[in-house]
């Protein structure tokens, strides 16, 4: 059958490329001619329709992506401003406090001159913020640096916009917490017409039962916050005539390509105001969320021509912004020419070599391919050869693996074996010695020879079960058999317990009793494998790290999920890929050989008729935020794809 499939295929080859090119090149001459010119136009029609689809689609999700952009600067704005409030007030806080400790020799009021004089000169937030000073004895301000009338006279009564007695419930709240955010409206320096939100922190400073705050207000510092949101679009530039622009509800420019109308008002400016109704339809276009709108761009950029734009514009609610941009249609003719030309030359020149070179090629082949058929026959004999050879070569070599990566591990177990005797071999040697020279003293009695026996036996028993445990795992049992994957990793950590224990690496299992039908040595192996050379990364860690490895199991589908991940820091990029090849290690050649993962994935993918991949994988523990490696395996129920 082989010999009657291989003169088949020598007839392939001899004669299907000519048929093949032959038959290929007579219908590309007849569909180029009758095809040619409407080929011509619905390219032209599919250039200008990608142009315009691919364009309006760029500019949206340019503008939908800056508006998410400018969506978390606002929503984070709050959050931002109160951890520089906070950070803020530690610095004062940790001032005021050494210079209290640093100055006992004064006396109390001496000491308070020297802490009000040093934070009435401290400013952040660009010389917004300042630090005052309440004292909670008297209710009455101890230092204001904006204020200073203020100092000395009694706030009880003080209320914001709100009818709110301010400093009676941060007197309240700091009874309650040491610090603390605080929430009032307030006037501005200069304007005491309107109060406006502010957020402060308050602290106490118990030495003088004081307390110390700051603020800001929330509308300022949202000012900051625009202005490095027009700093970064102002970096957003396709090229010379794609830019974007940003303007207020009022008409007044706030980011334009030409730095000149920064400031200026469209509908004031003379520039600009040919085009007004243009922008007018832009701000109710964004006042109702966001589109598109085509129209005639006076003057476009580097040309000083009229032309046809389309733009996208979008609404940034609460700041009353219009942020687009947009494109130029008289670009898509320029594609369109092109295009054409292009068109042109490889119509005339495919129709006039299409008919020479598919005859050259027709002959060149049919002489190649008959040469090649002869070739091709000899040579079949000698490849099923090679291939037998190779296939038995391959198979010593995966056997050669295996071999070198269960030794490395029997090295693993020869320590393990050594502690895990330990005690008992210790138990063993004192209950004995015990008994020996209680007899000697002639104090022995019946209950602590019991005991002792008791004890000798158990520690025996001890160390009969280790030596089944790991006569077990060294097992060359290779029959799939049904067993449970939590049990099976439950005996690999009682196998690997002392290099675990010992490096202070806590084990966070989350099983469930999922049996499988598969090699439950060989996946013991695995498992091992991977959590050696988790431990390995594990201990390079500073100590006050979590050193830590989480083994779940559960159901997905139809197959089980085993997932190892670690606290060791992740796999770096550039070697992730290469983590499975053999002999491949980051490791030094007396801690590693390189094949425990690539035996891994062999057991996993061809005996066992699974997956096994990893990934680096960000997650919170105990309040610390972890990175480290994540190992999943994919096995079958049934033991079978």
């Not at 005021?96 to 937030?125: G, H, P």
């Not at 015990?434 to 001890?462: C, P, R, T, Y």
């Not at 890929?577 to 491949?584: D, G, K």
Request: glycine share 4%; net charge positive.
């Amino acid at each position: 059958m082989t010999h009657k499939n291989e003169q088949q295929l020598v007839k392939i080859i001899k004669y299907f490329p000519s048929v093949l090119i032959t038959f290929l090149g007579i219908v590309t001459i007849v569909f180029l001619f009758v095809e040619e010119q409407r080929i011509f136009e619905q390219e032209k029609k599919s250039v200008q329709r990608e142009f315009l689809s691919q364009n309006k689609i760029h500019i949206k999700n340019h503008i939908e992506n800056l508006h998410l952009y400018i969506q978390n600067k606002q929503k984070t704005t709050e959050i931002k401003l109160k951890n520089l409030l906070k950070s803020s007030m530690d610095n004062a806080y940790n001032i005021a406090m050494s210079l209290y400790e640093n100055n006992q020799d004064k006396t109390d009021e001496e000491i308070k001159k020297i802490i009000k004089d040093a934070l009435r000169q401290i400013r952040f937030n660009e010389g917004r913020g300042y630090f005052f000073i309440h004292d909670k004895n008297t209710y009455s301000s101890a230092m204001h640096p904006i204020m200073p009338r203020l100092e000395g006279k009694n706030s009880y009564n003080v209320k914001d916009a709100k009818g709110v007695y301010i400093l009676r419930e941060m007197h309240n709240i700091l009874k309650e917490k040491d610090a603390s955010f605080y929430q009032w409206y307030w006037y501005k320096p200069g304007n005491q017409k309107k109060q406006y939100k502010k957020i402060g922190y308050i602290k106490n400073f118990k030495p003088f039962n004081w307390f110390i705050a700051t603020g800001e207000y929330v509308e300022d510092f949202e000012k900051h916050i625009q202005k490095d949101v027009l700093a970064h679009i102002k970096t957003l530039r396709d090229d010379d005539n794609r830019y974007t622009f940003v303007f207020n509800y009022d008409g007044t420019f706030l980011s334009h390509i030409n730095e000149a109308l920064v400031g200026e008002n469209v509908f004031e400016t003379t520039i600009l105001m040919q085009n007004n109704l243009i922008f007018k339809k832009m701000i109710n276009l964004a006042k109702n969320n966001a589109d598109y709108l085509s129209y005639i761009q006076k003057v476009k950029p580097g040309t000083n021509n009229s032309e046809e734009k389309t733009s996208y514009v979008k609404g940034v609610k609460d700041w009353n912004w219009i942020i687009g941009t947009g494109f130029y249609q008289d670009d898509m003719n320029i594609l369109v020419d092109e295009r054409r030309e292009r068109l042109r030359d490889s119509f005339s020149k495919y129709t006039g070599n299409i008919l020479v070179i598919s005859t050259i090629i027709t002959f060149v082949l049919l002489l190649i391919s008959i040469y090649f058929s002869k070739v091709v026959q000899s040579k079949f004999a000698n490849y099923r050869k090679e291939i037998m050879s190779k296939i038995q070569e391959n198979k010593r070599q995966v056997e050669l693996l295996s071999q070198q990566a269960k030794m490395a591990a029997m090295g693993e177990m020869i320590g393990n074996i050594a502690h895990q005797w330990r005690q008992p071999l210790s138990t063993i040697t004192v209950a004995a010695t015990g008994i020996k020279i209680q007899k000697e003293m002639n104090i022995l009695s019946d209950e602590h020879f019991i005991n002792s026996v008791d004890a000798i036996n158990n520690s025996a028993q001890h160390l009969s079960s280790t030596i089944d445990d790991f006569k077990n795992f060294f097992s060359d049992d290779k029959e799939k058999a049904i067993f449970r994957v939590d049990e099976a990793i439950s005996a690999t950590l009682k196998l690997t317990n002392a290099q675990f224990g010992n490096k202070e690496i806590e084990i966070v299992e989350q099983t469930s009793p999922l049996a499988i039908f598969n090699l439950k040595n060989e996946f013991i192996q695995v498992i091992m494998n991977i959590l050696t050379n988790s431990k390995d990364e594990l201990i390079k860690l500073p100590k006050q790290r979590h050193r830590a490895i989480f083994i779940d199991v559960f159901k997905k589908d139809k197959s089980v999920c085993i997932q190892i991940k670690d606290t060791a820091g992740g796999i770096p990029n550039k070697i992730i890929r290469r983590i499975f090849e053999p002999y491949f290690t980051t490791k030094h050649k007396a801690q590693g050989t390189g094949i425990g993962l690539y035996m891994s994935q062999e057991i996993i993918s061809k005996h066992m008729k699974g997956t096994l991949s990893v990934d680096n994988h960000l997650f919170e523990y105990k309040n610390q935020k972890c990175k480290g490696a994540i190992f999943t395996i994919m096995l079958p129920i049934n033991g079978d794809n």
